[in-house]
T-cell receptor, first 115, second 113 residues
Framework: GDSVTQMEGPVTLSEEAFLTINCTYTATGYPSLFWYVQYPGEGLQLLLKATKADDKGSNKGFEATYRKETTSFHLEKGSVQVSDSAVYFCALSEGNTGTASKLTFGTGTRLQVML | GAVVSQHPSRVICKSGTSVKIECRSLDFQATTMFWYRQFPKQSLMLMATSNEGSKATYEQGVEKDKFLINHASLTLSTLTVTSAHPEDSSFYIC?????????FGPGTRLTVT
Protein backbone atom coordinates (compact mmCIF):
# COMPACT_ATOMS: atom_id res chain seq x y z
CA GLY A 1 0.00 0.00 0.00
CA ASP A 2 0.86 3.67 -0.10
CA SER A 3 3.16 5.10 2.53
CA VAL A 4 4.96 8.32 3.38
CA THR A 5 8.19 8.54 5.36
CA GLN A 6 9.32 11.78 6.97
CA MET A 7 12.43 12.65 8.87
CA GLU A 8 11.92 12.48 12.60
CA GLY A 9 11.89 15.64 14.59
CA PRO A 10 11.97 17.79 16.39
CA VAL A 11 14.00 20.09 14.24
CA THR A 12 15.37 23.11 16.07
CA LEU A 13 16.78 26.01 14.08
CA SER A 14 17.81 29.58 14.66
CA GLU A 15 15.87 32.31 12.90
CA GLU A 16 17.03 32.88 9.31
CA ALA A 17 18.51 29.39 9.06
CA PHE A 18 17.89 27.15 6.04
CA LEU A 19 15.27 24.45 6.47
CA THR A 20 15.00 21.05 4.85
CA ILE A 21 12.48 18.42 5.92
CA ASN A 22 12.87 15.18 4.02
CA CYS A 23 9.92 13.23 2.69
CA THR A 24 9.88 10.09 0.58
CA TYR A 25 6.91 8.08 -0.56
CA THR A 26 5.79 4.72 -1.88
CA ALA A 27 2.79 4.57 -4.18
CA THR A 28 1.40 2.24 -6.79
CA GLY A 29 0.36 4.92 -9.25
CA TYR A 30 1.12 8.57 -9.85
CA PRO A 31 0.07 10.36 -6.71
CA SER A 32 -0.38 14.00 -5.91
CA LEU A 33 1.90 15.18 -3.13
CA PHE A 34 1.17 17.65 -0.36
CA TRP A 35 2.71 19.43 2.58
CA TYR A 36 0.36 20.39 5.39
CA VAL A 37 1.22 22.56 8.40
CA GLN A 38 -0.38 22.40 11.83
CA TYR A 39 0.13 25.41 14.07
CA PRO A 40 -0.43 24.97 17.81
CA GLY A 41 -4.11 24.61 18.61
CA GLU A 42 -5.19 24.75 14.98
CA GLY A 43 -6.23 22.34 12.27
CA LEU A 44 -4.02 21.20 9.43
CA GLN A 45 -3.64 23.70 6.61
CA LEU A 46 -2.49 22.97 3.11
CA LEU A 47 0.93 24.58 2.64
CA LEU A 48 1.71 23.51 -0.91
CA LYS A 49 1.15 20.72 -3.38
CA ALA A 50 2.40 19.20 -6.62
CA THR A 51 0.38 16.97 -8.88
CA LYS A 52 2.93 15.54 -11.32
CA ALA A 53 6.61 14.81 -11.67
CA ASP A 54 8.96 17.82 -11.71
CA ASP A 55 6.22 20.16 -10.49
CA LYS A 56 7.35 22.59 -7.83
CA GLY A 57 4.89 23.66 -5.18
CA SER A 58 5.56 26.91 -3.35
CA ASN A 59 3.89 29.08 -0.74
CA LYS A 60 5.00 31.52 1.98
CA GLY A 61 8.66 31.01 1.05
CA PHE A 62 8.42 27.22 1.28
CA GLU A 63 9.14 25.04 -1.74
CA ALA A 64 9.02 21.36 -2.61
CA THR A 65 9.72 19.61 -5.91
CA TYR A 66 8.04 16.36 -6.96
CA ARG A 67 10.94 14.02 -7.79
CA LYS A 68 9.65 10.83 -9.33
CA GLU A 69 13.10 9.30 -9.82
CA THR A 70 13.86 9.51 -6.11
CA THR A 71 10.21 9.31 -4.95
CA SER A 72 10.80 12.38 -2.83
CA PHE A 73 9.10 15.66 -2.00
CA HIS A 74 11.46 17.46 0.36
CA LEU A 75 10.30 20.71 1.95
CA GLU A 76 12.70 23.66 1.93
CA LYS A 77 12.77 27.25 3.08
CA GLY A 78 15.70 29.58 2.71
CA SER A 79 15.21 31.60 5.88
CA VAL A 80 12.90 30.44 8.64
CA GLN A 81 11.10 32.68 11.10
CA VAL A 82 9.88 32.07 14.63
CA SER A 83 6.33 32.10 13.22
CA ASP A 84 7.16 29.00 11.15
CA SER A 85 7.29 26.91 14.32
CA ALA A 86 4.70 24.18 13.75
CA VAL A 87 4.30 20.53 12.82
CA TYR A 88 4.71 19.75 9.13
CA PHE A 89 3.07 16.74 7.49
CA CYS A 90 3.93 15.27 4.12
CA ALA A 91 1.04 13.46 2.43
CA LEU A 92 0.01 11.82 -0.80
CA SER A 93 -3.23 11.16 -2.60
CA GLU A 94 -3.76 8.63 -5.34
CA GLY A 95 -6.99 10.10 -6.65
CA ASN A 96 -7.63 12.47 -9.50
CA THR A 97 -6.83 16.07 -8.73
CA GLY A 98 -10.43 17.08 -9.32
CA THR A 99 -11.88 14.74 -6.76
CA ALA A 100 -11.48 14.35 -3.07
CA SER A 101 -9.38 11.30 -2.40
CA LYS A 102 -8.11 9.98 0.85
CA LEU A 103 -4.76 11.18 2.04
CA THR A 104 -1.91 9.09 3.38
CA PHE A 105 0.17 11.06 5.87
CA GLY A 106 3.69 10.88 7.18
CA THR A 107 4.28 11.02 10.93
CA GLY A 108 4.86 14.76 11.00
CA THR A 109 7.98 16.76 11.81
CA ARG A 110 7.94 19.36 14.54
CA LEU A 111 9.91 22.50 13.72
CA GLN A 112 10.96 24.89 16.43
CA VAL A 113 12.59 28.14 15.43
CA MET A 114 14.50 30.07 18.08
CA LEU A 115 15.46 33.75 18.12
CA GLY B 1 -13.13 30.78 3.14
CA ALA B 2 -13.27 26.97 3.43
CA VAL B 3 -13.52 26.82 7.21
CA VAL B 4 -14.26 23.58 9.04
CA SER B 5 -15.26 23.52 12.70
CA GLN B 6 -15.42 20.71 15.20
CA HIS B 7 -17.38 20.49 18.40
CA PRO B 8 -16.47 19.91 21.12
CA SER B 9 -12.78 20.72 21.12
CA ARG B 10 -12.23 18.63 24.25
CA VAL B 11 -14.37 16.04 25.95
CA ILE B 12 -13.88 13.79 28.94
CA CYS B 13 -16.25 10.89 29.40
CA LYS B 14 -16.56 7.82 31.56
CA SER B 15 -15.88 4.36 30.29
CA GLY B 16 -18.99 2.78 28.79
CA THR B 17 -20.66 6.01 27.72
CA SER B 18 -21.04 7.33 24.16
CA VAL B 19 -19.68 10.58 22.79
CA LYS B 20 -20.72 12.49 19.68
CA ILE B 21 -18.32 14.74 17.78
CA GLU B 22 -19.61 17.17 15.16
CA CYS B 23 -17.81 18.35 12.06
CA ARG B 24 -19.23 21.30 10.14
CA SER B 25 -18.23 23.04 6.95
CA LEU B 26 -19.09 26.67 7.68
CA ASP B 27 -18.95 28.38 4.31
CA PHE B 28 -19.18 25.61 1.74
CA GLN B 29 -21.02 22.39 1.07
CA ALA B 30 -19.15 19.13 1.31
CA THR B 31 -20.45 15.91 -0.18
CA THR B 32 -17.46 14.09 1.27
CA MET B 33 -15.95 14.36 4.72
CA PHE B 34 -13.18 12.31 6.27
CA TRP B 35 -12.53 11.25 9.85
CA TYR B 36 -8.97 10.75 11.12
CA ARG B 37 -7.47 9.67 14.37
CA GLN B 38 -4.13 10.97 15.55
CA PHE B 39 -2.06 9.26 18.22
CA PRO B 40 0.68 11.13 20.08
CA LYS B 41 3.77 11.61 17.93
CA GLN B 42 2.17 9.61 15.15
CA SER B 43 0.55 10.29 11.86
CA LEU B 44 -3.10 10.88 11.10
CA MET B 45 -4.80 7.59 10.39
CA LEU B 46 -7.88 7.66 8.18
CA MET B 47 -10.81 6.00 9.91
CA ALA B 48 -13.61 6.46 7.41
CA THR B 49 -14.92 8.42 4.48
CA SER B 50 -18.30 9.99 5.03
CA ASN B 51 -20.56 10.67 2.06
CA GLU B 52 -23.68 12.78 2.35
CA GLY B 53 -26.82 10.69 2.14
CA SER B 54 -25.10 7.31 2.11
CA LYS B 55 -23.25 4.96 4.41
CA ALA B 56 -19.72 5.73 5.41
CA THR B 57 -16.82 3.72 4.05
CA TYR B 58 -14.61 2.44 6.85
CA GLU B 59 -10.91 1.65 6.61
CA GLN B 60 -9.72 -1.82 7.37
CA GLY B 61 -9.53 -2.49 11.07
CA VAL B 62 -11.96 0.26 12.10
CA GLU B 63 -15.03 -1.05 13.91
CA LYS B 64 -18.06 0.44 12.21
CA ASP B 65 -20.37 -0.47 15.11
CA LYS B 66 -18.12 1.35 17.52
CA PHE B 67 -17.45 4.45 15.47
CA LEU B 68 -20.81 5.49 14.04
CA ILE B 69 -20.66 8.09 11.30
CA ASN B 70 -23.61 10.06 10.02
CA HIS B 71 -23.48 12.61 7.21
CA ALA B 72 -27.05 13.87 7.16
CA SER B 73 -26.46 17.17 5.39
CA LEU B 74 -23.94 18.82 3.11
CA THR B 75 -22.48 20.77 6.01
CA LEU B 76 -22.53 18.33 8.91
CA SER B 77 -20.98 14.96 9.68
CA THR B 78 -20.98 13.36 13.11
CA LEU B 79 -18.79 10.70 14.66
CA THR B 80 -20.22 8.85 17.66
CA VAL B 81 -17.85 6.76 19.74
CA THR B 82 -20.10 4.17 21.34
CA SER B 83 -19.34 2.44 24.63
CA ALA B 84 -16.07 4.32 24.89
CA HIS B 85 -13.07 2.76 26.62
CA PRO B 86 -9.75 4.29 27.68
CA GLU B 87 -8.06 2.94 24.54
CA ASP B 88 -10.39 5.15 22.50
CA SER B 89 -8.75 8.21 24.02
CA SER B 90 -7.21 10.09 21.13
CA PHE B 91 -7.30 13.18 18.96
CA TYR B 92 -10.03 12.97 16.33
CA ILE B 93 -9.81 15.20 13.27
CA CYS B 94 -12.28 15.68 10.45
CA UNK B 95 -11.80 17.16 7.03
CA UNK B 96 -14.24 18.27 4.37
CA UNK B 97 -13.67 18.07 0.67
CA UNK B 98 -14.21 21.12 -1.50
CA UNK B 99 -12.99 21.79 -5.03
CA UNK B 100 -10.71 18.78 -4.91
CA UNK B 101 -8.95 19.65 -1.67
CA UNK B 102 -9.46 18.73 1.94
CA UNK B 103 -9.97 21.35 4.63
CA PHE B 104 -9.34 20.26 8.17
CA GLY B 105 -11.09 20.97 11.43
CA PRO B 106 -9.08 21.85 14.55
CA GLY B 107 -9.64 18.44 16.12
CA THR B 108 -11.34 17.02 19.21
CA ARG B 109 -9.39 15.64 22.15
CA LEU B 110 -11.29 12.70 23.65
CA THR B 111 -10.27 11.37 27.05
CA VAL B 112 -12.05 8.31 28.41
CA THR B 113 -11.63 7.72 32.14
Amino acid sequence: GDSVTQMEGPVTLSEEAFLTINCTYTATGYPSLFWYVQYPGEGLQLLLKATKADDKGSNKGFEATYRKETTSFHLEKGSVQVSDSAVYFCALSEGNTGTASKLTFGTGTRLQVML
Amino acid sequence: GAVVSQHPSRVICKSGTSVKIECRSLDFQATTMFWYRQFPKQSLMLMATSNEGSKATYEQGVEKDKFLINHASLTLSTLTVTSAHPEDSSFYICSASWVGEQYFGPGTRLTVT
